[in-house]
Structure formats: structure tokens, C-alpha cells
T-cell receptor, first 117, second 113 residues
Framework: AQSVTQPDIHITVSEGASLELRCNYS??????LFWYVQSPGQGLQLLLK??????LVQGIKGFEAEFKRSQSSFNLRKPSVHWSDAAEYFC???????????????FGKGTKLSVKP | EPEVTQTPSHQVTQMGQEVILRCVPI?????FYWYRQILGQKVEFLVS????????KSEIFDDQFSVERPDGSNFTLKIRSTKLEDSAMYFC???????????FGPGTRLLVL
């Protein structure tokens, strides 16, 4: 069965420092990969997605992620973190037949990011 | 920018009561979903809905749950007889078609006492 692992439950970085959030997936075929962010009291907002093509994808708010098939990873990065980036970040993979009528997402447990001044 | 909306934002109910959670997906979207997130746990898929019928459901989605699209805009999740373990944040999501992004609503936090 497909699964997503986010090994870091909580990360704290200083404002202005770089950030990398890890995500590993288990999936037999080419995965559809997503990063969502959830601010307190808010819904899930899409940061970026990978379907095919260039393995380095750019997203909103200055985030990027790199798909590495050999490592089954899709790590999220940002070169300089802002205090407003404090939130919970979820990696997700599209279930089989994502393009079809089912198309649900399988989420990791999330990584909570704290930013210190 | 169009967005998915959900009502209510919070709901408190007694065990055994019925609750209906409401969602208004983005208007030209065709695929609809419910997910839930128990406090401290991952977001879990409940059900997908397309062409006025359930297209897939998880093991969580048992006979106590039902979904409906009663008109052209609303998408509802009903829990017939709530249990303590149904306490969670429930997210609605919608997708326009094919390989498109799922857009999530802000969630309804359900507390069963």
C-alpha cells in the first residue's frame, strides 16, 4: 500500500536560515506528489506539486521541492525562512488512479515548523 | 480566487446524535472529497464522490457515514450516530478534473462529548 513518511515531527529554525523538510514515499509507479501547508485554524493550502517533467519544482511563497526517484523522496526546501512560514507542512501522494474518479490523497503525519527570531 | 467553504467551523455534539457537515466546493469542480484529521494524527481519506455517486471510500467510512450532493452547490457529510472517536477536524476538498489539484476547505472541528 502507498504510504508517506515525514520523519521529522517538529523542526525549529531561525528566521533567515534555510529549511529542508523531508518526505519519503512508498509507491510502485510514478507518483503524483504534493506539499500542503496548514496554518493554525486554516485549511490545507497547496504549496507545490510534481506530476512529471523537471524534478525540481517551484511553488508559492519561495518554496521548492526536488523529486528523487532513486531515494523515493520529495523534500521541501526554502533558502530563507520567514516568521510567517511557521505552520504545519504535509507531504502527500496521489493514490493510484489519481487522474480518475477516485483520486484521493495519502498524507504523511506532517512536520510542524517553528521559526525563532 | 474561488475557494472551498465549510460550515460550521466548529460543532459540539453529544454521543449518539446525528451531525451534518456542509461544504460548498468550487463551482466548476467535478470531484469531491471528505478527509478527517484526528488531533495529532495524519489527514485521512474518507470518501470520494463523482457523478453523483461514491467513487471510493476508505475503511473508516462505515455505515454511520453518508454523503450527499443535494443540489448543485452543496456537498454534505452525515454521521448518523456520533461516537467519541469521531471527534476530529473534517476537511472537504474538490478537484476540477483529471490531474488537477485538490483544493481544501478550512475544515469543521467536530467534538463529540
Amino acid at each position: 500500500a502507498q504510504s508517506v513518511t515525514q520523519p521529522d515531527i517538529h523542526i525549529t529554525v531561525s528566521e533567515g536560515a534555510s529549511l529542508e523538510l523531508r518526505c519519503n514515499y512508498s509507491y510502485g509507479a510514478t507518483p503524483y506528489l504534493f506539499w500542503y501547508v496548514q496554518s493554525p485554524g486554516q485549511g490545507l493550502q497547496l504549496l507545490l506539486k510534481y506530476f512529471s517533467g523537471d524534478t525540481l519544482v517551484q511553488g508559492i511563497k519561495g518554496f521548492e521541492a526536488e523529486f528523487k526517484r532513486s531515494q523515493s523522496s520529495f523534500n521541501l526546501r526554502k533558502p530563507s525562512v520567514h516568521w510567517s512560514d511557521a505552520a504545519e507542512y504535509f507531504c502527500a501522494v496521489g493514490a493510484p488512479n489519481y487522474g480518475g474518479s477516485q483520486g484521493n490523497l495519502i498524507f504523511g503525519k506532517g512536520t510542524k515548523l517553528s521559526v525563532k527570531p | 480566487e474561488p475557494e472551498v467553504t465549510q460550515t460550521p467551523s466548529h460543532q459540539v455534539t453529544q454521543m449518539g446524535q446525528e451531525v451534518i457537515l456542509r461544504c460548498v466546493p468550487i463551482s466548476n469542480h467535478l470531484y469531491f472529497y471528505w478527509y478527517r484529521q484526528i488531533l495529532g494524527q495524519k489527514v485521512e481519506f474518507l470518501v470520494s464522490f463523482y457523478n453523483n455517486e461514491i467513487s471510493e471510500k476508505s475503511e473508516i467510512f462505515d455505515d454511520q457515514f453518508s454523503v450527499e450532493r443535494p443540489d448543485g452547490s452543496n456537498f454534505t457529510l452525515k454521521i448518523r450516530s456520533t461516537k467519541l472517536e469521531d471527534s476530529a477536524m473534517y476537511f472537504c476538498a474538490s478537484r476540477r478534473s483529471g490531474l488537477e489539484t485538490q483544493y481544501f476547505g478550512p475544515g469543521t472541528r467536530l467534538l463529540v462529548l
